[in-house]
């Protein structure tokens, strides 16, 4: 007797799902635009998301001009936000708040489109496209709704994606060097250095810039290096200036001294070539 009864709850289960999902397919094949419209916002609000937007997305066409339109399109985007579609929710948040500009759902709408760009940027290795949409999305929705309850939400994100774009910056910048594409690499960090002057890195960034530098004097034809040796010791003088106390303060120091006597050679031999 004792072991009938899970066995009897489980039956009982079974049923109840198979109840369920006859249900649900008895709606999808129904035309009573009214019953398949109150399963759909009933499931929604249980958190079924994706029977109602399956459901929604089959209404939306039939309401148009229908008071529940509104509130459909909103919830039909949604159901693909908390799918985590993010790319299909972008678009139905931007399409809803485009048809409805004046609707109780359209500060929300605007917001969620630029949350689900945030949501589908990607990591800073990769290409940073969808990034930078992410933060115009962010900034029309803060021009729109400046003092909007959203605000510090909002401003977050735009912080986080700020963070990428640097962090994406900097190790670009930072493969030029390892690569030995030292030209590149300095004006990559220069450009680092301006575009992000509070950044953690950028001593690490100000470090490898005169490295940079001296490997492209010491590696350049004879007529280039003076020029490119005196770059360098800008350079360290910029770098000691800033980090006084920095753990590649002797590194820093070996490129100048060597730097320094690279160009006091040059002007021996340039002196001696001229007394000849």
Same mark, same amino acid.
């Given at each position: 007797?004792?072991?009938?009864?899970?066995?009897?709850?489980?039956?009982?289960?079974?049923?109840?799902?198979?109840?369920?999902?006859?249900?649900?397919?008895?709606?999808?094949?129904?035309?009573?635009?009214?019953?398949?419209?109150?399963?759909?916002?009933?499931?929604?609000?249980?958190?079924?998301?994706?029977?109602?937007?399956?459901?929604?997305?089959?209404?939306?066409?039939?309401?148009?001009?229908?008071?529940?339109?509104?509130?459909?399109q909103?919830?039909?985007?949604?159901?693909?936000?908390?799918?985590?579609?993010?790319?299909?929710?972008?678009?139905?948040?931007?399409?809803?708040?485009d048809?409805?500009?004046?609707?109780?759902?359209?500060?929300?709408?605007?917001?969620l489109?630029?949350k689900?760009?945030?949501?589908?940027?990607?990591?800073?290795?990769l290409?940073?496209?969808?990034?930078?949409?992410?933060?115009?999305?962010?900034?029309?929705?803060?021009?729109?709704?400046?003092?909007?309850?959203?605000?510090?939400?909002?401003?977050?994100m735009?912080?986080?994606?700020?963070?990428?774009?640097?962090?994406?910056?900097?190790?670009?910048?930072?493969?030029?060097?390892?690569?030995?594409?030292?030209?590149?690499?300095?004006?990559?960090?220069?450009?680092?250095?301006?575009?992000?002057?509070?950044?953690?890195?950028?001593?690490?960034?100000?470090f490898? @810039?005169?490295?940079a530098?001296?490997?492209?004097a010491?590696?350049?034809?004879?007529?280039?290096?003076?020029?490119?040796?005196?770059?360098?010791?800008s350079?360290?003088?910029?770098?000691?200036?800033?980090?006084?106390?920095?753990?590649?303060? @002797?590194?820093?120091?070996?490129?100048?001294?060597?730097?320094?006597?690279?160009?006091?050679?040059? @002007?021996?031999?340039?002196?001696?070539?001229?007394?000849?």
């Amino acid at each position: 007797m004792l072991t009938s009864r899970p066995i009897f709850f489980l039956l009982l289960l079974s049923t109840l799902v198979l109840g369920s999902c006859s249900g649900y397919q008895k709606l999808l094949k129904s035309s009573d635009v009214n019953a398949k419209y109150e399963a759909a916002i009933k499931y929604y609000e249980s958190g079924d998301y994706f029977k109602s937007g399956t459901l929604l997305e089959e209404l939306i066409p039939v309401l148009k001009g229908r008071p529940e339109a509104e509130k459909a399109q909103f919830y039909f985007a949604n159901t693909n936000y908390k799918q985590r579609n993010y790319t299909l929710a972008a678009y139905y948040f931007k399409s809803f708040y485009d048809t409805y500009p004046n609707s109780q759902y359209t500060e929300e709408a605007t917001l969620l489109h630029a949350k689900s760009l945030f949501r589908d940027s990607p990591n800073y290795e990769l290409d940073q496209t969808n990034t930078y949409s992410a933060i115009e999305s962010i900034a029309e929705f803060m021009t729109r709704y400046p003092e909007s309850k959203y605000k510090q939400e909002a401003e977050g994100m735009t912080q986080e994606l700020q963070k990428k774009l640097e962090n994406k910056a900097y190790l670009s910048a930072e493969l030029y060097y390892n690569l030995r594409y030292y030209q590149s690499a300095v004006v990559a960090l220069t450009a680092f250095q301006q575009q992000y002057p509070a950044s953690s890195y950028n001593e690490q960034a100000a470090f490898l @810039k005169l490295s940079a530098q001296y490997n492209l004097a010491k590696e350049s034809v004879e007529e280039k290096q003076r020029e490119r040796y005196l770059e360098a010791i800008s350079f360290y003088q910029a770098f000691i200036d800033t980090y006084p106390q920095s753990r590649n303060l @002797k590194a820093a120091e070996n490129m100048y001294d060597q730097s320094r006597d690279q160009l006091a050679k040059m @002007k021996e031999t340039k002196s001696t070539a001229a007394n000849q």
